[in-house]
């Protein structure tokens, strides 16, 4: 039979290829040949090079290989880790590091001052596009190693910038070193906690101010754990303890850091026991956490802080008393309780509470549900008589959205609708080309323990993230003046006042802060997740 | 024959860019800001654009950057994903894993819904017909959405017999529940052909022949209108090649299997352009050489069917 042979071809070529795949693969679970280890959920990490990572993945993996400068106490203030003093002049503007003796990185080199003076000025060269590049901006000569497009999208190349090396970083021996900002800043020591502060070996350089092209696949620290083996990309990356490291000694002898890409999947494998700590358990699964987990499922204060914004462009909402009035229509615990099942809390201040020097009731009235009041303020301060939310359809944000709405039309009698566009990005576009967007959603995470991190990005009229245009020259002056007070207790002084016009202005309403909502399963014991949404490796621990 | 394969591939060849052209060419029409996907909700600075832009060539118009891509394609390098890895390392990790996911959920699919829709078919209008009809019926109904992450919870999670998750060098045996839950896609579809083609051979005139010539009941059904009847499934089962893919992106999602639809997926949430155009390049060149090995399968299948 002359159609028999391709059959038969067929399903032994199938039958071959089935076995080859079969044959070569394994499904030994490798987190296992580690004794005394554990593993975690993580997303898949952009980057784990210090200087470029900007997401919580890859920064929880390099808390692990990497000891840093300082670390926070529980009232997120600063105290000294890998360094042994940071100090400063009068004027905030000098600091000085000196840094632990004795240490080493993970490969046996010693850690010295160039290794921290190297690393920054890589990732503060514009050139190399790091994409936490910002958090040294604040150094002296940050600006002369940036260049920018001549003829922005057109075919010239950017210049290269005027400077390698930041002036402001000098070294003054082997331990230490100075930083010399351009404008004074009592809250430096908290930004130095941050990951793109931490130092780079010898090791990692191809040449001067060039990174090896494999050092970013299993990079190598100063800190507790090393890579073992190398990046297994969008699996885990597996560490291991350092022998006789000097600092703090983590209590389990390796991590698997499990890499997710569905919160859900994750949560099933936590669940399955497949998995130890779940650092974000998604919304969808809240309901049955505390059923399927019981007292494994925990939660902690976290830095994020979600707002809807007033176009200060748009003459129906120029009006403070309007934008008090909306904010007194909203039942924020309602909208946490109902739609977030508790995994977020009310919101009644400027500022995250859970940085140091903040209050957690700062916004005062205009914060409280009262939905009389705010009707009698609405219609004696002409309100519009439609009120437009605009969000990104991309974010989940729908649900609550709609609650809110609801809750202005029954409160103030007006009608509320929601508007989506596809992205942020479009969002923001609109705002900026002053587009009637109406309130528009936003949130912020901290990158640095400080009031100044709220107050400095999302209100002055400079700010980075100020999409909204409020400008108040009042509050400005005081942001800065907090910034350049000599002491940190000073400073906050000025912040508070800072934050008390934001409650008179209400550029934004304040809704909802976020918390971390973990799980872990029953082999592990004490964990525990920091401001940053970073599991505390040095305590989490086997239970026995 | 061979006139007729090489036509074929040079049609492969036009088919070839006119689709990547057009993937790229949406790619490029939806991505706005693909930089800002990288950096979250936080502003990007003019001097780390620029750096990003002398990296991905963004900033060039629209028939530069094709051509750029299309260079790369020309010489084997697919150039680098915006999270900066070697697009070949990622396709050559990627691959392996959903070649052996979708092997097995077409030889599981097809063997059950072949030999099912065989029997419903000889035995037409009996009780496996219309239990038949009825499952087709359901699975067709059912996204696999929904029944995925399903499968996972009772199969995975509550009963424990099979892996919640799935890694890049699994076995057999855990890559079992995804493959089940994938060959659900193309299993009705599969099935019904098969049965309504064979019961209408049942019915022809050659098989009343053969019948009269006294053949036996099992050769009359092997041979004869086995043969004839497998013609249209074969077409099906190359198409549902594709089908496949697509339901690869919803499995390998929820088993956190690290194949080409999980890449495929992140790239589009992470508007990561390079990334999807190179995945979706070779999935159509591997779409191409299936349906051209389908079409040649015909030709032995039939010997009525002459390419010239």
Redesign the interface.
């Known amino acids: ?3 028999k ?3 038969k071809m ?1 399903a032994g070529a ?1 039958a071959i ?2 076995l080859a ?2 044959c ?4 030994s679970d490798d987190a296992e040949a580690l004794p005394n280890s554990i593993s975690i959920g993580i997303v ?1 990490p ?2 784990l090079i210090p200087s470029n990572v ?2 919580t993945g890859g920064s929880q993996v390099l808390a692990s290989l990497f000891y840093p400068l300082v670390r926070f106490d529980e009232k997120s203030a600063p105290y000294p880790v890998a360094a042994q003093s940071i100090t400063h002049d009068k004027a905030n503007k000098v600091w000085t590091i000196k840094i632990k003796p004795g240490f080493t990185f993970s490969n046996g080199e010693p850690v010295t001052a160039d290794n921290y003076i190297d690393a920054w000025n890589y990732g503060a060269y ?6 936490a ?2 958090f040294y901006s604040r150094i002296q000569g940050f600006a002369d190693l ?4 001549p003829d922005d ?1 057109g075919p010239q ?2 210049p290269e ?1 005027k400077a390698k090396k930041m002036s402001g970083l000098k070294k003054v021996n082997a331990t230490t070193f100075t930083v010399t900002l351009s404008a004074g800043f009592a809250g430096w020591e908290s930004v130095m906690g941050y990951d793109a502060f931490y130092p780079l070996p010898k090791a990692a350089w191809a040449s001067e101010g060039v990174l090896k092209k494999e050092y ?1 696949e299993a990079p190598i620290g100063n800190g507790p754990f090393k890579v073992k083996g190398t990046w ?4 885990q990356i597996q560490v291991e303890k350092v022998a006789d490291f000097k600092g703090t000694i983590p209590k389990v002898n390796g991590i698997t850091w499990k890499i ?3 919160l ?3 949560y ?2 936590l ?2 026991g ?1 998995l130890d700590v779940e650092t974000q358990i998604p919304v969808e699964s809240l309901s049955s956490a505390s059923g399927d987990l019981g007292d494994r499922f925990l939660k902690s204060p976290s830095s994020g802080f979600a707002f809807v914004a007033f176009p200060m462009y748009d003459d129906k909402y120029k009006s403070p008393q309007v934008r008090r009035a909306i904010s007194m229509a909203i039942n924020r615990q309602e909208m946490t309780d109902q739609i977030f099942l508790g995994s977020e809390t009310p919101a009644t201040a400027f500022v995250s509470p859970v940085v140091q020097g903040a209050r957690k009731d700062s916004c005062g009235q205009a914060c409280e549900y009262n939905p009389t009041k705010a009707k009698q303020l609405y219609t004696a301060a002409g309100g519009p008589s439609e009120i437009k939310i605009t969000y990104n359809a991309d974010g989940g944000h729908k649900p609550w959205i709609d609650a809110m709405c609801n809750q202005i039309k029954s409160a103030l009698g007006v009608n509320c609708v929601g508007a989506t566009v596809p ?4 969002l923001l ?1 609109k705002v900026r080309n002053h587009e009637d967007v109406g309130l528009f959603r ?3 995470s901290m990158d640095y323990p400080l009031m100044e991190n709220y107050l400095g990005p999302l209100y002055t009229s400079d700010g ?2 100020n999409y909204y245009g409020y400008k108040n020259t009042a509050f400005d002056t005081l942001v800065r003046q907090g910034s350049e007070a000599p002491t940190v207790a000073q400073a906050q002084q000025y912040w508070q006042s800072a934050e008390n016009i934001l409650a008179q202005d209400m550029p934004v309403l304040p809704l909802r802060f976020s918390q971390n909502v973990f799980g872990h399963s029953e082999r592990v014991t004490d964990v525990t997740m920091d401001l940053f949404a970073k599991v505390d490796i040095y305590k989490i621990d086997i239970a026995s | 024959m061979f006139r007729y394969i090489v036509r074929r591939l040079l049609q492969m060849v036009l088919t070839f860019f006119g689709a990547t052209f057009l993937v790229y060419a949406l790619m490029f029409a939806n991505q706005d800001d693909p930089y800002q996907a990288l950096v979250g909700e936080r502003p990007l600075s003019e001097a780390q654009r620029a750096a990003l832009d002398a990296k991905y060539h963004f900033d060039d118009p629209f028939l530069t950057q094709y051509w750029h891509y299309v260079k790369g394609l020309l010489t084997g390098d697919f150039g680098i994903s915006l999270t900066n890895r070697s697009i070949n390392d990622m396709l050559a990790e990627a691959w392996p894993v959903t070649i052996k996911l979708a092997l097995l959920a077409v030889l599981i699919s097809a063997a059950i819904a072949v030999s099912a829709g065989v029997f419903a078919g000889i035995r037409r209008g009996g009780i496996f017909d219309h239990a038949t009809l009825a499952v087709a019926l359901v699975m067709l109904a059912l996204p696999l959405v929904a029944l995925a992450p399903l499968a996972q919870v009772i199969f995975g999670v509550k009963l424990g017999w099979f892996p919640v998750t799935v890694t890049r060098d699994a076995g057999l045996y855990d890559l079992l529940l995804p493959a089940l839950l994938l060959g659900t896609v193309v299993f009705a579809t599969e099935l019904r052909v098969t049965r309504s083609s064979v019961a209408d051979n049942m019915r022809a005139d050659y098989v009343r022949t053969a019948k009269a010539k006294g053949l036996a009941t099992k050769r009359v059904i092997g041979v004869h209108v086995l043969r004839n009847s497998l013609i249209p499934v074969i077409t099906l089962i190359g198409v549902d090649i594709g089908a496949l893919m697509s339901g690869a992106i919803i499995v390998e999602g929820v088993f956190n299997i690290p194949g080409v639809g999980y890449q495929l997926f992140k790239g589009i949430r992470l508007e990561d352009g390079p990334l999807v155009v190179s995945f979706v390049s070779v999935l159509v060149i591997v779409f191409l050489v299936i349906n051209l090995i389908v079409d040649l399968l015909y030709a032995a299948l039939d010997p009525r069917i002459r390419y010239e």
């Open positions: 039979m002359p159609g042979s391709p059959w067929a199938a290829a089935l795949s079969g070569s693969g394994s499904s898949e952009t980057s900007v997401e514009g050139p190399n596009g790091q994409l590049s910002y940036q260049s920018k497009d999208d190349e950017a910038p970013g297994q990309h969008d699996q997710y890409q569905d859900t999947t994750q099933n494998d669940v399955a497949n992205k942020l990005t479009d576009a936003l949130a912020w980075s993230s």
